[in-house]
């Protein structure tokens, strides 16, 4: 390989006005229909992703954990983590 990426072919069946209304955004946009389809494809994965993978917190809530994080550990949770854990 000479440090290309190597493409992929993906297929999705389309009804006729899905098409024309794909085809007609992506003509506005001045991109090929691939490409506009492309790019909202990634821009729709990395939405899902971040959604499903990051946790978001106002400002109160993300005092309240940081205090938490801060706070001196309990004693029981000080024993908790010293056991020796069943799986190993």
Not at 1 to 9: F, L, V
Not at 23 to 37: V, Y
């Amino acid at each position: 390989m000479t440090g290309q990426q190597q493409a992929s072919q993906f297929s999705i069946s389309l009804t006729d006005e899905q098409y024309a209304l794909i085809a007609h955004a992506a003509s506005l946009t001045g991109l090929t229909l691939s490409h506009w389809a492309t790019q909202h494809l990634i821009d729709a994965a990395c939405y899902e992703i971040n959604k499903e993978t990051t946790l978001q917190l106002d400002s109160a809530s993300f005092d309240i954990f940081i205090a938490a994080l801060e706070a001196p550990t309990s004693d029981a949770a000080k024993e908790l983590v010293a056991r020796n854990p069943q799986w190993a």
